[in-house]
Each structure stands twice: as C-alpha cells, then as structure tokens.
C-alpha cells in the first residue's frame, strides 16, 4: 500500500549548478582568472591539485546540457555568472561573456525551462581580490556594475534574480578559515568580507529592483541541536552555532542588525577585528542590507547537534580534504564539539537528516513573514560506480526521496515553499575537494564527458512528471 503526497500546482522542481563548477573554459572568449582558478593552484589547496580549467565542459556543450535537462523535465535550473567571464578583472564589459549567458537562456527559454540565475556563486576576478577583495568596500560597487550588466543583458527575458549564494562560505570559509579561496585566514577579513557582501548584495538589489526585477538572496542555514537540551553549555554552543552561522546573515537582513551576542563573542577573541568591523559598517549600510526581499533561497545539507562540553575523541568527518592547515571557520567556538549521533552520513561526512529541513524551513518562515522560500540547494555525495552504461545509486534516490518529503511536511504546516533544486545536475568541481565527490542525479565521465543519468535522476524526473511522492503507508 502506498499513499500519494502532492504538490502544489507552482511547485518548481530543479536542478542547480555554479558557472566555475561546471562550465570550464576558463581562458577561453575573454574570461581572466578568478580567485578559484589561482586558489586551485596553491599547492595543497584542492585535493589531486585539481582546478576548474575543463569541469563538465558545460561553456561548450550548454545546448547538450539543457536538452538533457529538459528530457529530465525539470522546470527551472539554477545556474550562476562568471564575473571574470563578464567583467574580466572587474572592469570593461565581455560582450563574449555576456554572450553565453544570453544563449544559454534562450536555450533554457526554448526547452520550457525557468532560467534562475545567481550572480555571484564565488568566483570574483583575481583582479579584484589583489585590490582587497571582500574586505574592501568598494568591491561592493564593482558588483553593482557586473548586476546591472547582467540584468541589462537578460532582464527583458529573467525576472527573478539571486544576489549571492552563501555569504557565509564567501566569508568566513573563504577569509578566515582559509578553506574557500582566497584562503585568508583572519577574524577581521570573515567579518569585514560578510558585511561587504551583505552590502553588496542590498545594493544590487537596490539596482535591480529599481530595473523592475524581482531579487533575492540565497543562504546557507542549518537546525542547531544542543546534545543535551537541558544543559546550559550545550544551550550555549547551539546559540552560538546559530548566531554565527544563520543569524549573522538572516538578522541583518530582516531586521537590520548584527545579532549583539555574536558580536560580542567575536570581541572577546579580536578586540581589534570587531572594532574594525563596526568601522565598516557605515551609517545606512543596514538600511539598504535589510530591504524587503521577494524570495529567500535557503540551501540545506545537514544539521548541527553541538555539545559546550570538551570532546574526548575528534569529531566524525567534514575534515579538511588536504593537509594544507585550515582555521575553524567559527572563531568564538573552538571548544564546540560535534558528536557522532549515529545516522547515516554521506561521503562528504555530512548527517542525513531530513527532518532538519522542515523544522529549518519552519523557522525561517517565522523569522521572515510573508517572504516565499525556494530550497535552492539540497544534495549528497556518494561513492557512485557507472558499471556497463548505469549509475545505481539507491542511497541519493532516498535521500532526495525524503527530503522531498520534508519539503512536504514543511508546506503542509503552512510554510510557503515554492520550489526545489536538486544540488546538483551533474557531478562537478567540489571546491577544495576537487572532482571526487559526485553530487549530481546526472553522472559525469571526466575523461570523455559522457553524460549518464544516474537511478536518482531517473526517480527525480518521475516525482516531477507525476508532482507527487508515493510513501509507503507502513514508513509514513
Ligand atoms: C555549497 N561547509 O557549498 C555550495 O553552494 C555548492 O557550490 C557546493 O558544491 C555544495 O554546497 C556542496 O558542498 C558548501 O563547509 C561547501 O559548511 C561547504 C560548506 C557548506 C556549503
């Protein structure tokens, strides 16, 4: 017996990728280098020293990939634009650049599909990280300027825009912990490059909307646990798992405000940082970050259940890939310790745990009244074997299965999410880790680019087919 959950009728069901995890060509028509492609080259950086000059090849073969898609039936696809490819260095326009993207649209348009573009998914031109990067302000004007070249180029035919996607990863992964590219490792550069993107962002929606576009922001969230929820430690440390990672993004932007807690963690380990940072943060800076929003994008891989007491072993995966030394990307919280709750866990080591998503997308519906949520990633990466022309991989099946499902359980308690994107399409360019880990429903044969869809992706393109979930009444 099984019973059948649906969908509303404007529920988008997609897939996502990001211009410098896919499309290769990396010096071709113009591009110039971004952060990632010198970041590629630090010895020790990427795992195998592997970097983004080919990925999945997708600059060349676009057409292939949406006709792929669309036999998938997906209905939107979340793709990002290279900077360095439209504004090579941060300066002139690439009419080339801009080129791809106005064909890869039409293309999209063509197949029926949604284009859903992120502008920045962290690939800024070299150029402008030698100029200071995300730690100087006007970086955030040189992003307004690549914006509203994109919009000029595109909005007649996209109405929907993302400013950036995971401010948190651009920043403090990036600029303190030094495992993101440019590989910064310092207090005052997370925190001076996660309100310059903040203010970035704000400003090119000011821009755009202001053009007639509908513009939002795509996050990275969790659900913080304490392992003991009656122990005032481990309160603690879920607070400041939370503060650091959703709230010092989400508050800011709803409501106009660094969270105070946060702040006045980060003073107690860098005095001169956080001074730093309120020197940054000019008046009207949070005016403009903390504009309404149209849409918020969150993205969901896994849950944190954190303990304030020592750890007596280390914690169980998300390690560095390299041996190449990293920082915590969380400075106030380096007693924190993250304990193995026995579920199952991806090869990235990260929890399944779908139900983190429905109570993540409950919180942020209150936090954020009346703004429509998008899941705009969501994914896992397996050992996955393409054996006589087939990718059986029964662990993703279940796992976009029951978040699928999680999505369900979230709007049927009232909140209202408009749509899902499989992260990713293809197995791509897993940043520090290089192209071992496959995340994608469509497998990617590196050495002839041979596409193949994945059991995962033949199941995702069902459920979008028939709008609906088949649960087993015994599981539900
Ligand atoms: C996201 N972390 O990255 C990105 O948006 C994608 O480009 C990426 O491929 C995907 O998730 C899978 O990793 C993250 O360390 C990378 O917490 C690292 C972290 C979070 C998100």
Redesign the pocket.
């Known amino acids: 017996m099984t019973m059948t959950r649906s969908f509303p009728d404007d529920f988008l069901f997609g897939a996502a990728t990001?211009a410098f995890?896919v499309e290769g060509a990396a010096f071709e028509d113009g591009r110039t280098a971004s952060i990632w492609d010198a970041f590629s080259r630090v010895p020790g950086a990427v795992i195998n020293a592997d970097n983004g000059d080919v990925a999945c090849d997708h600059y060349h073969r676009y057409r292939d990939d949406v006709a792929l898609m669309k036999s998938l039936g997906l209905q939107a696809y979340r793709f990002s634009t290279s900077w360095a490819r439209v504004r090579p260095d941060g300066g002139a326009v690439n009419p080339k650049g801009v080129d791809f993207y106005s064909r890869l649209v039409d293309e999209l348009l063509e197949a029926g599909i949604v284009p859903w573009p992120t502008l920045y998914?962290w690939d800024m031109p070299q150029a402008l990280e030698e100029r200071g990067g995300w730690t100087a302000r006007e970086t955030t004007e040189r992003f307004v300027e690549f914006a509203v070249t994109m919009h000029e180029a595109l909005g007649d035919r996209v109405p929907t825009w993302t400013t950036l996607?995971?401010p948190w990863?651009s920043s403090f992964?990036a600029y303190t912990a030094g495992a993101h590219a440019p590989g910064r490792q310092s207090v005052r550069d997370g925190l001076l490059a996660s309100h310059h993107l903040l203010l970035a962002h704000g400003r090119a929606a000011q821009e755009l909307r202001a053009r007639g576009a509908q513009v939002g922001i795509t996050l990275?969230l969790t659900v913080a646990d304490p392992v003991d929820p009656s122990d005032l430690e481990d309160q603690d440390a879920a607070r400041r798992i939370d503060g650091q990672f959703n709230r010092w993004f989400l508050d800011p932007l709803r409501v106009g405000a660094y969270p105070v807690d946060i702040v006045s963690d980060f003073r107690a380990v860098d005095e001169a940082a956080v001074a730093e940072f309120e020197s940054a943060v000019r008046p009207g800076d949070l005016e403009i970050i903390s504009q309404p929003l149209d849409f918020l994008g969150v993205?969901y891989?896994h849950g944190e259940l954190v303990s304030g007491h020592a750890a007596e072993e280390p914690p169980v995966g998300?390690e560095a890939p390299t041996d190449r030394p990293t920082r915590s990307p969380y400075p106030a919280d380096e007693d924190i310790h993250w304990p193995d709750r026995g579920l199952p866990r991806t090869t990235?080591g990260w929890e399944v745990q779908p139900e983190g998503l429905t109570r993540l997308l409950q919180r942020v519906a209150a936090d954020l009244p009346g703004v429509p949520l998008y899941v705009t990633?969501n994914?896992a990466a397996y050992d996955d074997e393409l054996v006589d022309g087939a990718v059986d991989d029964p662990e993703r099946t279940e796992f976009v299965r029951a978040h699928l499902s999680a999505v369900l359980d979230a709007i049927e308690r009232g909140v209202d999410v408009r749509g899902y994107y499989y992260?990713?399409l293809f197995d791509n360019f897993?940043?520090a880790w290089g192209y071992e880990k496959r995340?994608g429903i469509v497998h990617v044969d590196y050495a002839t680019q041979q596409r193949t869809v994945k059991r995962s992706g033949r199941e995702y393109a069902r459920i979008a087919a028939e709008r609906a979930l088949d649960i087993p009444v015994s599981a539900y």
């Open positions: 990001a995890q998914h996607n995971e990863c992964l990275n993205n891989y998300g990235m990633e994914g992260w990713s897993e940043w995340f």
